[in-house]
């Protein structure tokens, strides 16, 4: 077992930090825009991306912060890589491909040379999975807690961007891979005796895995392109992403059709009320997409063809989302999903 | 003379707060990107930009933070207007037109209502200024300061991007404006008292008013593509941008041939230890421009039309950038520039 750094610093029993932001940025940073012209190798102060002809592009920012998105004592390659799928993500929802992105790194101190090593392989690991490569950006030192800015910029064939409010009465909604994960592998993250009894050593591996490694879903871009009406990720929770969605509608959701792992099964199995966290939690990074009824079997069998398995969660009707049980009553929750500024 | 808040949310004597996020980005900042179809009235989690035949885009990406790069008490619309200039002023540089940028608010609490107005007041000047609308983005909580990230997103004719690093020997180095009032200006943010002989009330106001609201120099983009071979802006202090421009060579700076403003003249004839001040501070985002000895007539012209004051440094030549006196005779100077890692 890896003896966890008390701080994102401290990683690396000896090691030297770096010496200046050129060292930081030449050494580490660099690299990872090989093969990108328009970076001109991050030694300019802007970057540029040459006109695609026929293609929009698509852009998302949302940066992760010590202590509010991730663990500041989370191995380095895993925060590197969560900062990146977080965005990608965001631009896979729209049904856009990633290309480049800019990163600002805000550090509370010259991080040493293992550390900025450990975080710059979780970002090439990232990017290589998701095909996109850095521009440019900006490292800066911060009174604040370590923050990771990136801004995701992805392309898609002109005018085909799938927005996140068009759904309509009567769509289906389609959701991705499977629900809850992220938030038990958060709470296991927290609190690794949870769920002692329920849960196999492989169970609490993958849940931890959900959390810390989310996978952005850029294989149903095509899909989504061909045959969504509106679509969204689900970064705040099932229902609050859910009636995104259906905004200014609503649905009303049968518990027993929102595809769980096995892990999630048997953490639920054990302790009913973690339906709650199952569904308000957030960081799946599944997708929820809206389709008319005519377009739902090609969608269906394009979303097979690209290996991802889509499952159709139910119609878009009424004003607002429920939740029932499996005889039909239904559910009631506490309210849910994540506001930065709500009392 | 106005009281200053005690930190930025203290701003408004009784103000209410937002309520949430949506609140704080619906009452707020959708307003600001008005007119801008793809960033759908700032309800999706990403943004699209139409593809502009004939165009490339250039990017730039440099956060701003309290106590960092500005004052937590500094005033909202002062510090907005910053937020987006020192972006402006990286992708005028390239040549580029500011189209939309992307904002990523983190606040260290709910602001008040009276903060959130103002802030966004001092964003639609800037935004009306540069001619550039805003697209996209995210607002977070943090347990840090008050951070402004923006990423600009410009323009220019495909092909066209100005780089930093293609400066010649034998070139021309034009620099636009008065260089050191903002360091100055600096100076006088944090001591009002400061030169209290020398400057007139007018002369403080100017140099302030140079330190607080930066001007980029976007009427010199049309030059910059038809004439520069290189070019950035003055960030970091004029000899270590200087230096970056000149890059692997040098030059003789003869500091009588640097523009001085009337009032930073009248500073440096009281105090003339203020040389170092004017050549190493930074913030005054003027342009560095290198230009081939048979393009400098045709660049100053192109100038002269666009209304922006342009001065000869001198040429490029030797291995590194010293400063002369009068004389001729070399300047010793500390080291100047400002990096955010180095000890």
Same mark, same amino acid.
């Given at each position: 077992? =890896?003896?966890?750094? =008390?701080?994102?610093?401290?990683?690396?029993?000896?090691?030297?930090?770096?010496?200046?932001?050129?060292?930081?940025?030449?050494?580490?940073?660099?690299?990872?825009?090989? +093969?990108?012209?328009?970076?001109?190798?991050?030694?300019? $102060?802007?970057?540029?991306?040459?006109?695609?002809? /026929?293609?929009?592009?698509? &852009?998302?920012?949302?940066?992760?912060?010590?202590?509010?998105?991730?663990?500041?004592?989370?191995?380095?390659?895993?925060?590197?890589?969560?900062?990146?799928? !977080?965005?990608?993500?965001?631009?896979?929802?729209?049904?856009? =491909?990633?290309?480049?992105?800019?990163?600002? @790194?805000? @550090?509370?101190?010259?991080?040493?040379?293992?550390?900025?090593?450990?975080?710059?392989? +979780?970002?090439?690991?990232?990017?290589?999975? &998701?095909?996109?490569?850095?521009?440019?950006?900006?490292?800066?030192?911060?009174?604040?807690?370590?923050?990771?800015?990136?801004?995701?910029?992805?392309?898609?064939?002109? /005018?085909?961007?799938?927005?996140?409010?068009?759904?309509?009465?009567?769509?289906?909604?389609?959701?991705?891979?499977?629900?809850?994960?992220?938030?038990? /592998?958060?709470?296991?993250?927290?609190?690794?005796?949870?769920?002692?009894?329920?849960?196999?050593?492989?169970?609490?591996?993958?849940?931890?895995?959900?959390?810390?490694?989310?996978?952005?879903?850029?294989?149903?871009?095509?899909?989504?392109?061909?045959?969504?009406?509106?679509?969204?990720?689900?970064?705040?929770?099932? @229902?609050?992403?859910?009636?995104?969605?259906?905004?200014?509608?609503?649905?009303?959701?049968? &518990?027993?059709? !929102?595809?769980?792992?096995?892990?999630?099964?048997?953490?639920?199995?054990?302790?009913?009320?973690?339906?709650?966290?199952?569904?308000?939690?957030?960081?799946?990074?599944?997708?929820?997409?809206? !389709?008319?009824?005519?377009?739902?079997?090609?969608?269906?069998?394009?979303?097979?063809?690209?290996?991802?398995? !889509?499952?159709?969660?139910?119609?878009?009707? +009424?004003? =607002?989302?429920?939740?029932?049980?499996?005889?039909?009553?239904?559910?009631?929750?506490?309210?849910?999903?994540? $506001?930065?500024?709500?009392?």
């Amino acid at each position: 077992m =890896k003896v966890m750094p =008390k701080t994102p610093f401290d990683h690396g029993e000896n090691g030297l930090r770096v010496e200046s932001e050129s060292d930081l940025v030449q050494t580490y940073l660099a690299p990872l825009a090989a +093969g990108m012209p328009g970076a001109f190798g991050l030694r300019d $102060d802007a970057a540029v991306l040459p006109n695609e002809p /026929g293609s929009d592009l698509v &852009f998302s920012s949302d940066p992760i912060v010590a202590g509010v998105h991730f663990f500041a004592d989370d191995q380095p390659p895993d925060t590197a890589w969560k900062a990146l799928a !977080v965005n990608v993500s965001d631009v896979a929802a729209k049904g856009a =491909k990633p290309v480049a992105y800019i990163l600002n @790194l805000a @550090l509370p101190e010259a991080p040493k040379r293992t550390w900025m090593a450990d975080f710059a392989r +979780g970002l090439a690991e990232a990017q290589a999975a &998701f095909g996109c490569r850095l521009i440019g950006g900006d490292t800066d030192r911060t009174p604040g807690p370590l923050s990771i800015g990136i801004t995701m910029i992805a392309s898609l064939p002109s /005018g085909t961007f799938v927005p996140r409010h068009a759904a309509k009465p009567g769509d289906h909604v389609f959701v991705t891979g499977t629900i809850g994960d992220a938030a038990l /592998g958060l709470a296991l993250r927290r609190d690794s005796s949870l769920f002692d009894a329920a849960l196999t050593d492989a169970d609490r591996n993958f849940l931890l895995g959900r959390y810390l490694r989310p996978q952005p879903r850029i294989a149903l871009a095509e899909s989504l392109r061909a045959h969504a009406r509106a679509a969204l990720d689900i970064s705040d929770g099932l @229902l609050k992403d859910l009636a995104r969605l259906a905004e200014p509608g609503g649905m009303a959701l049968r &518990f027993d059709a !929102v595809p769980l792992s096995t892990a999630t099964r048997a953490a639920l199995s054990a302790d009913r009320r973690l339906i709650d966290k199952i569904l308000g939690g957030g960081g799946d990074y599944e997708l929820l997409v809206a !389709v008319a009824p005519s377009e739902a079997s090609a969608f269906q069998e394009s979303a097979q063809r690209a290996a991802v398995e !889509v499952y159709d969660l139910g119609i878009l009707e +009424g004003s =607002k989302v429920v939740v029932l049980d499996a005889s039909g009553t239904e559910l009631e929750l506490p309210k849910s999903g994540y $506001d930065h500024f709500s009392r």
